[in-house]
């Protein structure tokens, strides 16, 4: 990469521009873009109700922690992370759903959230994104034997435990993305799905 004069900025070999915090202006321009268009609908649609007039300030804030998490995350070696944290991850997530069946917030017959006091918390969305981490960090270990019949039984066991947690809240819309996001993760290794 061909350094900018200034230290924040980098060439990339592309020929763009990019922060030097490992965060791609092509991505964060549209995102910040999209954020802006955001709260400027907000800040219009609830300036006139004196009452609602600070929901724009709150999505301005959110909008900063997000960028400072972003930044965060931009900067970490995901290959490290993966390897350290991709299965306690999955197991606390695990029990958080296996929680959730017993002291789960009830909602239209469902048990989806967790009350936290001022917050709630829906484990089944983060349980995506440790399920999805634990398999990329399954398949990819296992890439010598990724045609073999126990890969596959592995990465549907990895997989099948917070699917049938997440059937039993209900939730069927969660589950079967699971299932997607399993078949395609299998079929791009190689894992013989017939």
């Known amino acids: 990469m061909e350094s900018h004069p200034g230290k924040w900025w980098k060439r990339s070999k592309g020929g763009g521009w990019s922060l030097n915090l490992g965060v791609d202006l092509s991505?964060?321009?549209?995102?910040?873009?999209?954020?802006?268009?955001?709260?400027?609908?907000?800040?219009?649609?609830?300036?006139a109700k004196l009452s609602m007039s600070h929901l724009y300030l709150k999505q301005l804030t959110?909008?900063?922690?997000?960028?400072?998490?972003?930044?965060?995350?931009?900067?970490?070696?995901?290959?490290v992370l993966l390897?350290?944290?991709?299965?306690?991850?999955?197991?606390?997530?695990?029990?958080?759903?296996?929680?959730?069946?017993?002291?789960?917030?009830e909602v239209a017959g469902s048990r989806r959230w967790l009350n936290l006091g001022p917050v709630s918390l829906q484990p089944s969305e983060l349980a995506k994104i440790a399920t999805t981490l634990v398999l990329a960090r399954f398949l990819s270990s296992r890439q010598e034997r990724a045609?073999?019949?126990d890969t596959l039984v592995g990465a549907l066991l990895l997989a099948g435990l917070p699917m049938v947690l997440i059937l039993k809240e209900p939730d069927l819309g969660t589950a079967l993305l699971f299932m997607a996001v399993v078949f395609v993760m299998m079929a791009m290794m190689g894992v013989p799905l017939k």
Do not use: D, E, K
Not at 29 to 47: K, M, N, Q
Not at 62 to 79: E, V
Not at 83 to 105: C, D, E, I, S
């Open 62 to 79: 959110w909008i900063g922690i997000g960028c400072l998490g972003m930044l965060f995350f931009a900067s970490l070696n995901y290959q």
């Open 147 to 149: 045609r073999s019949w």
């Open 27 to 47: 991505i964060l321009l549209p995102v910040l873009l999209l954020s802006l268009i955001g709260v400027a609908l907000v800040y219009s649609a609830t300036h």
């Open 83 to 105: 390897q350290r944290y991709a299965y306690p991850a999955y197991w606390a997530l695990v029990a958080l759903l296996a929680l959730l069946l017993a002291a789960g917030q």
